[in-house]
């Protein structure tokens, strides 16, 4: 993933906000390997909420910024200057967000001259497709259950619901399952879908911690997308260990790290 060099002309960048029908034609802004892929996708396809700006040179998008409404951002194509300005303008009350845009010379301080912090995430993917991920021993103590809209309602995920929208939207698009015990989802995990991939989120309530869980909802969410013909993936901040672990524990493989510029907006 690298930044494509600004046509000439095109310093001075001017996102205007893509009508749904013309969501498509920002794909070509993005390489397969480029980071939460996934979620571009699934914006562009309607599966998780979100808003699409790009500026068009010729009548062909030559960059573009793809927001979810939750804190993942996604940047693509030319990179400047007045790109990281127009998008911190354009995100103003988004709160939290973490753009991912495609490195190259100057970018990183140009995202700090528009008021952006660096940071840094791993992507973890499957080097291998047929790997189906080992599913660790369930307690007898807790169920396993797919998340349907119901179930979904009544998530202690604040993350989930900020990806997914809706229940009725995550009951459509989503896969997840969760572990229960007693009537308490004790841990959910989930799968943004979208270009043949499958990145898996998870979360666990404080009163389960620590025995694992997350692990065994991870496995259940992964091995169904490879049922589906979907390629898991998984990334997390680089200073992230507990993720990184799962994400080798489930077979991944780490791809690449790759820059974020963070902000609250």
């Not at 009508?19 to 794909?27: E, F, G, I, K, S």
């Amino acid at each position: 993933m690298s930044a494509a060099p600004p046509a000439p002309g095109l310093d001075q960048t001017q996102l205007v906000e893509v009508a749904a029908a013309d969501l498509p034609r920002l794909v070509s802004l993005f390489d397969p390997d480029h980071p939460n892929l996934a979620f571009v996708h699934a914006v562009i396809d309607g599966a998780i909420p979100g808003r699409a700006w790009a500026h068009f040179h010729n009548d062909a998008p030559v960059s573009c910024l793809v927001a979810t409404t939750a804190p993942f951002c996604i940047a693509g194509g030319a990179m400047t200057p007045a790109f990281f300005t127009e998008a911190k303008t354009l995100l103003a009350g988004h709160g939290e967000v973490q753009l991912v845009y495609p490195p190259g010379p100057g970018t990183g301080a140009w995202a700090k001259q528009a008021g952006f912090t660096a940071g840094r995430r791993l992507h973890f993917t499957r080097t291998h497709f047929g790997f189906i991920t080992p599913m660790p021993a369930v307690p007898d103590d807790y169920a396993v259950v797919r998340i349907d809209a119901e179930t979904f309602s009544g998530l202690d995920s604040p993350m989930a619901r900020s990806i997914f929208g809706t229940s009725a939207q995550y009951a459509q698009h989503t896969a997840g399952f969760a572990l229960v015990k007693d009537g308490q989802v004790a841990a959910d995990a989930h799968g943004v879908i979208g270009g043949g991939l499958i990145e898996l989120g998870v979360h666990t309530h404080p009163d389960h911690r620590r025995k694992g869980l997350a692990l065994m909802a991870l496995a259940l969410v992964s091995r169904w997308g490879t049922e589906q013909g979907l390629r898991s993936v998984i990334t997390c901040h680089a200073d992230k260990t507990p993720s990184i672990s799962m994400a080798r524990k489930l077979g991944l493989t780490e791809e690449l790290s790759y820059p974020i510029a963070k902000a609250i907006c």
